[in-house]
C-alpha cells in the first residue's frame, strides 16, 4: 500500500536525495568543527563542570541537595 502511494507522488526520489545530501553536508561541517577546536579550549571545557561547582561553593551559595 505505501509503495503505491509513493509511486503516485511525482519527484519522490528527490527527496531522498536531498535528505542525504542534508545530513552529509551537516555530519562533514561537525566534523571540520570538531577538528577546529583548540586544546586551551578544549581543556577549559573538560574542567568546567568541576570548575564551576567548586567556585560557588566557595563564594558561599547554599545548595539545595
Known sequence: MIQDVLRDI???GVY??????L???FFTGMLV???RL???YLN???E???DGRS???NKGESHHE
Not at 531522498?16 to 545530501?21: K, M, P, Q
Open 10 to 12: 511525482g519527484g519522490v
Open 33 to 35: 568543527w570538531a577538528f
Open 38 to 40: 583548540k586544546a586551551p
Open 44 to 46: 577549559s571545557m573538560r
Open 16 to 21: 531522498g536525495v536531498i535528505s542525504v545530501s
Open 23 to 25: 545530513f552529509f553536508l
Open 48 to 50: 568546567l563542570p568541576l
Open 55 to 57: 567556585r560557588s561553593m
